[in-house]
């Protein structure tokens, strides 16, 4: 690129300016642009006229201050104006550039985080132009949703999808009374494959199927690491039509034609016949010499009695070493039906031993000492209730009569904690006795856990009954005083004006008055007692009380 006398346009972007600003700068030095007409027959140098040069003289007429001739104040905007740019109108800039910079969002910058191609796969697609448009189109049964203003497009899957390879997940409904594929596959070149549900109201079914020849298995599998290894099979369907399993099948209950185990519940093989009944009677007990289970009614041979009716067990072991005597031993064991067990048994060839009742189920009697299982304490049940068992429930009988917060009381001193086994105890505080909480019928009330009462009382004056005191005085000091009167006039006889009178010797007579004198009598009414406090007690007896607190 060269040097452009155009550029920059006055419609171009303003992106496009500093590369090619700098085009015009690297044109005029490296390329050396000069207008050789007007730079004709001048020279280097300070005279007027010539090619103005920094060599520190003054150049002649090249003033610095003053551009083309004019001074700095020429070009002051007191001196002219510029009118100011619109997009319709040109002013300092043009419109054509006021418009682009009025597109520009403040803080905006030129083509930042964009892309210019978009890579789909092995495609890559370019941008043809400045402003070009990526448009996303939506194939079968994918929906589109563009959403402007968060500017985001939604993709979704709409119906069905007609092929995939993978898939997460499997919806579908089948209509009343029909059927319809979920999974469908081919094996090799013939051999078909599908999951499908199907049926009507109330009877719908789901089916695995293979499809070709009909012998198609049908596999579940385990695999180690990778899908790499099957570490279990098991078969639902093989050619013949046959089902295997690698563990245990547990069921409510088989029906159909089951064929002999040929291994235990431990694993061991199998080598004998299992226990077969024999269907017809055998009362001859000695001729019950093959293992199995037997029938006997009636009359008996060789029994522990004469006549009995029930069942008999025959049982075939070996024996190699240990203790006893090396050979096959030969056990029955008949369970008549008087609930009572009985057996014997033989080695190799020899003679039976005798009969012996190991128990009897209806009452049975033991002996030595015998064990069984223990029942929880909650078990109600007819089981045998071992001395655990009862021991157990008796400690869980006294901790429902004696619960966190009841008494106990006794003459002993142990801690109910060491004589039942549980819980904690404290002794209750001395001398106090128990009183039943609530409102009493003299309307006194008392609360749970609250005390009172005194064991000895000093009455107080209100406490004392209603009562008086009475006193006696003697006659001591009793007296009389005399009066005598003389008369003035009178016959001698008392009679006449004067004081009465009623002497004959002298006209005088003395009266004697026998009313007392006033006068008092202090009566003095000592105390008694020593005000000391009375037994407040009724008779006890004094025992141990414990309270349980855990």
Not at 143 to 157: E, F, M, P, R
Not at 164 to 185: P, Q
Not at 306 to 325: D, R
Request: glycine share 10%; net charge neutral.
């Amino acid at each position: 690129m060269a040097y452009d006398i155009n550029f920059p346009a006055d419609d171009s972007y303003l992106s496009d300016f500093p590369a090619g600003d700098r085009e015009q700068n690297r044109a005029l030095k490296d390329d050396q642009i000069v207008n050789a007409g007007r730079l004709r027959g001048l020279t280097v140098g300070n005279e007027n006229g010539q090619i103005p040069i920094n060599n520190g003289t003054e150049n002649t007429n090249l003033n610095a201050a003053l551009l083309n001739g004019k001074a700095s104040s020429y070009f002051a905007t007191s001196n002219h104006t510029h009118t100011t740019a619109t997009q319709s109108s040109n002013g300092y800039i043009s419109n054509a550039d006021k418009k682009k910079l009025d597109g520009i969002a403040s803080g905006a910058e030129v083509n930042q985080n964009a892309f210019a191609n978009v890579k789909v796969g092995s495609t890559t697609i370019q941008s043809d132009a400045k402003q070009d448009t990526l448009e996303l189109a939506a194939g079968t049964n994918i929906s589109l949703v563009g959403d402007a203003n968060n500017d985001k497009v939604t993709i979704a899957v709409t119906g069905k999808v007609a092929s995939a390879t993978t898939a997460n997940k499997v919806n579908n409904t089948a209509t009343n009374g029909s059927a319809i594929d979920l999974v469908a596959g081919t094996m090799a070149s013939s051999d078909n494959f599908r999951i499908r549900i199907g049926g009507s109201n109330d009877a719908g079914y789901a089916e695995i199927a293979t499809a070709d020849n009909g012998n198609e298995p049908i596999y579940i599998r385990q695999y180690g690491p990778g899908f790499t290894t099957a570490t279990r099979t098991a078969t639902i369907l093989d050619g013949s039509g046959n089902t295997s399993f690698p563990g245990t099948v547990t069921a409510p209950n088989f029906n159909g034609k089951a064929t002999k185990a040929t291994q235990d519940s431990d694993g061991n093989t199998i080598t004998s016949t299992y226990l077969k009944r024999n269907p017809s009677a055998q009362n001859d007990m000695n001729a019950c010499t093959v293992q199995g289970i037997y029938r006997f009614d009636g009359q008996l041979k060789n029994a522990w009695t004469s006549t009995s009716w029930g069942t008999l067990l025959v049982f075939n072991n070996n024996y190699n070493g240990g203790s006893g005597t090396t050979g096959t031993y030969l056990v029955q064991m008949a369970f008549p039906t008087d609930g009572r067990i009985w057996t014997r048994q033989r080695v190799n060839t020899g003679a039976w031993e005798s009969w012996y009742c190991t128990a009897y189920t209806y009452s049975p009697a033991f002996s030595g000492s015998p064990t069984a299982p223990t029942p929880a304490t909650t078990d109600n049940s007819t089981r045998v209730a071992t001395t655990a068992y009862v021991k157990n429930n008796i400690s869980e009988t006294l901790k429902k009569v004696y619960p966190v917060g009841s008494i106990y009381m006794s003459t002993v001193s142990t801690n109910p904690a060491t004589l039942f086994g549980f819980g904690t105890w404290e002794a209750m505080p001395a001398g106090r006795v128990l009183l039943a909480q609530g409102k009493s019928s003299w309307g006194t009330t008392y609360n749970a856990g609250s005390t009172g009462g005194e064991a000895t009382h000093q009455l107080t004056v209100g406490e004392i009954p209603n009562h008086n005191h009475t006193g006696s005085i003697n006659t001591a000091g009793e007296h009389t005083h005399s009066l005598t009167l003389k008369a003035l006039w009178g016959d001698g006889n008392g009679r006449g004006n004067g004081w009465a009178g009623d002497t004959r010797d002298g006209g005088s007579r003395t009266n004697t008055f026998s009313t007392v004198g006033n006068h008092t009598h202090t009566v003095t009414i000592n105390s008694t007692g020593s005000g000391q406090p009375h037994n407040n007690l009724q008779p006890y007896i004094s025992v141990y009380m414990w309270k349980r607190t855990v």
